[in-house]
């Protein structure tokens, strides 16, 4: 009888502790973004097309994306919504072209299903 009484006395304890350790909520990190071109700063001829190349990474997966640029005034002169749903990692990479020289802003979001945020934000400027 003892030996019954220690036998389900170890295997309640070992499900206590695996009730323990099965209910702790792992934690996730935010998407990382990493703005490849344009670099900060860089100063583009308006002659030239502009590579705008991003990645995009989570460590469980991505849920949205988006990737604007503007003027310095404000205006949205480009804008992509690539679709991203359940990747891990996503390598963006398209072309901006105007005749416009001035200041612009990329700016880069990134969500994923823990509705974690991550956003970066590259000047940089068109010239003659």
């Given at each position: 009888m003892k030996g019954y009484i220690i036998?389900?006395?170890v295997i309640l304890l070992s499900a206590v502790i695996a009730n323990f350790t099965s209910c702790k909520k792992h934690e996730h990190s935010a998407p990382v973004i990493t703005v490849n071109s344009p670099q900060?700063?860089?100063?583009?001829a308006v002659s030239d097309t502009v590579n705008v190349s991003i990645t995009a990474t989570d460590d469980e997966s991505l849920h949205?994306?988006?990737?604007?640029?503007?003027s310095?005034?404000?205006?949205?002169?480009f804008t992509a919504y690539p679709y991203v749903h359940d990747l891990k990692t996503y390598m963006f990479n398209d072309?901006?072209?105007t005749n416009n020289a001035g200041m612009y802003h990329l700016h880069v979001s990134?969500?994923?299903?823990d509705n974690k945020r991550s956003n970066k934000e590259v000047l940089f400027y068109l010239v003659q």
């Open positions: 036998f389900f006395s900060p700063s860089d100063s583009i949205e994306m988006s990737v604007i640029i503007k310095h005034a404000g205006d949205t002169v072309y901006y072209h990134a969500v994923d299903h």
